[in-house]
């Protein structure tokens, strides 16, 4: 029977298929190792990780991972790195940042062709169950304003 390289206790079978050590707190602190993962493709969706071993390794190291956009988007996984500047020579100068694009100009809040009070009215009558029509006579206004009133206050939660 397999037995815990650190205290020295029986293992279950099990257990000793894939583990040298029991699971006593000391002995897994001790022979517990971390998985290092790596991320091979990403995307908005999801990403897709692995554990950085052997096989994975060498699938890294020969391109089965590569992106395969990289052709036509960005720089080149093959392309040369820039030479560097020798001692002495003049410091390279950095790019210049392309313009920014100037904001478009904020949108000015829509007029409403009704007032604060009219709305709080036309709502207040809406909760005690009157219909549009019957709140436009009581206000003065058509009913197809006060349904627009009902319907904004819809939109913007206060109903």
């Not at 890294?60 to 790195?81: H, N, W």
């Not at 820039?82 to 940042?97: E, T, Y």
Request: proline share 9%; net charge positive; aromatic share 4%.
């Amino acid at each position: 029977m397999a037995q815990c390289i650190t205290c020295g206790t029986p293992l279950h079978p099990e257990r000793a298929q894939k583990y040298d050590y029991c699971m006593a707190p000391e002995c897994q602190e001790k022979n517990a190792k971390g998985l290092t993962m790596v991320a091979v493709g990403m995307n908005k969706a999801a990403d897709e990780l692995m554990i950085l071993d052997d096989q994975t390794r060498e699938n890294l190291a020969s391109g089965r991972f590569r992106d395969q956009r990289r052709g036509s988007f960005g720089t080149s996984a093959s392309a040369a790195p820039a030479p560097r500047p020798g001692p002495g020579a003049a410091p390279a100068r950095r790019p210049a940042r392309p313009a920014r694009r100037a904001q478009p100009a904020r949108r000015p809040k829509p007029q409403v062709p009704w007032t604060g009070k009219q709305e709080r009215l036309a709502l207040l009558y809406n909760e005690q169950g009157l219909r549009p029509d019957e709140i436009a006579q009581k206000l003065g206004v058509s009913s197809y304003l006060v349904t627009q009133i009902i319907l904004a206050a819809r939109n913007r939660g206060k109903i």
